[in-house]
């Protein structure tokens, strides 16, 4: 049987980012947090870290944040940088205040470029984040790209044939998969994570990428009701879909 690891309160709060552990012990003997109606005045009690805590700890009437170990999408809008120094608009603006704080740290899993849309997952599972981007687990991430120029009609072939070989890169890039949606459109699904490579393998086609819009990681599609910049949390389906093949 695997062993519930437990925690004190106040270390929990203080990293899930709602407040320092002192001012935690003024909020407990305050009798403003409440596990299962009753307030814990001791911030240096320790609880169970089981998945119920969620509904089961209130702070100040508001169910707890997701426990450590959680994963969200997002979906992201242009013009925003995955980073969390660079000026201008940051895609951890997006996230509720206090999840800023917390620690581990949300990441993002890999980067979308500025000017990239779509499917953006995000984790404070450094171990879930490591699985997802290993080279050797291949998970495909599928782009829509719209194009300055109509497609030729060999890039399926070039992107295919496991030899293209990007600017300045001594190693040729994966096969890929294209499919066309239209004259100036395509669906590219990618199994590595290279640095604007979807934008670099058109450019070796000859053509330009005007738009990119990422609409899957793995088997786990962008919902089309995720408006955006809206986040959702993953749930062990969403989870279990990215590792399965599409
Ligand atoms: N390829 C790119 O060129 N840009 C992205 O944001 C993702 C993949």
Redesign the pocket.
């Given at each position: 049987m695997t062993k519930v690891p437990t925690s004190r309160l106040d270390k929990l709060l203080a990293n899930m980012g709602y407040a320092s552990r002192r001012e935690i012990q003024f909020l407990a003997k305050a009798g403003r947090i409440r596990l299962d109606g009753a307030p814990m005045k001791g911030a240096d009690e320790r609880i169970a870290l089981t998945p119920d805590l969620e509904t089961r700890l209130v702070v100040d009437g508001e169910a707890l944040d997701p426990l450590p170990g959680f994963a969200l999408m997002l979906n992201k809008p242009l013009g925003v940088t995955c980073s969390r120094k660079e000026a201008g608009a940051l895609v951890y603006d997006l996230l509720p205040s206090r999840w800023r704080r917390r620690e581990p740290a949300i990441s993002t899993v890999g980067?979308?470029?500025k000017e990239?849309s779509g499917l953006l997952l995000l984790t404070d599972d450094g171990a879930l984040l490591h699985r997802i981007i290993a080279p050797s687990r291949h998970v495909p991430?599928v782009?829509r790209a719209h194009l300055a120029r109509p497609l030729s009609g060999d890039e399926g072939a070039l992107f295919a044939s496991g030899t293209l070989m990007l600017d300045g890169e001594d190693k040729p890039l994966a096969p890929a998969e294209l499919e066309v949606a239209g004259e100036r459109e395509a669906r590219l699904t990618?199994h590595e994570g290279r640095y604007?490579?979807?934008?670099?393998m058109f450019a070796a086609a000859g053509n330009h990428?005007e738009a990119?819009h990422?609409e899957a990681v793995g088997g786990l599609a962008l919902p089309p009701d995720l408006e955006p910049g809206a986040i959702r949390r993953l749930t062990a389906a969403d989870l279990d879909a990215i590792f399965a093949a599409p």
């Amino acid at each position: 049987m695997t062993k519930v690891p437990t925690s004190r309160l106040d270390k929990l709060l203080a990293n899930m980012g709602y407040a320092s552990r002192r001012e935690i012990q003024f909020l407990a003997k305050a009798g403003r947090i409440r596990l299962d109606g009753a307030p814990m005045k001791g911030a240096d009690e320790r609880i169970a870290l089981t998945p119920d805590l969620e509904t089961r700890l209130v702070v100040d009437g508001e169910a707890l944040d997701p426990l450590p170990g959680f994963a969200l999408m997002l979906n992201k809008p242009l013009g925003v940088t995955c980073s969390r120094k660079e000026a201008g608009a940051l895609v951890y603006d997006l996230l509720p205040s206090r999840w800023r704080r917390r620690e581990p740290a949300i990441s993002t899993v890999g980067r979308l470029d500025k000017e990239t849309s779509g499917l953006l997952l995000l984790t404070d599972d450094g171990a879930l984040l490591h699985r997802i981007i290993a080279p050797s687990r291949h998970v495909p991430k599928v782009y829509r790209a719209h194009l300055a120029r109509p497609l030729s009609g060999d890039e399926g072939a070039l992107f295919a044939s496991g030899t293209l070989m990007l600017d300045g890169e001594d190693k040729p890039l994966a096969p890929a998969e294209l499919e066309v949606a239209g004259e100036r459109e395509a669906r590219l699904t990618v199994h590595e994570g290279r640095y604007h490579q979807v934008r670099r393998m058109f450019a070796a086609a000859g053509n330009h990428v005007e738009a990119l819009h990422r609409e899957a990681v793995g088997g786990l599609a962008l919902p089309p009701d995720l408006e955006p910049g809206a986040i959702r949390r993953l749930t062990a389906a969403d989870l279990d879909a990215i590792f399965a093949a599409p």
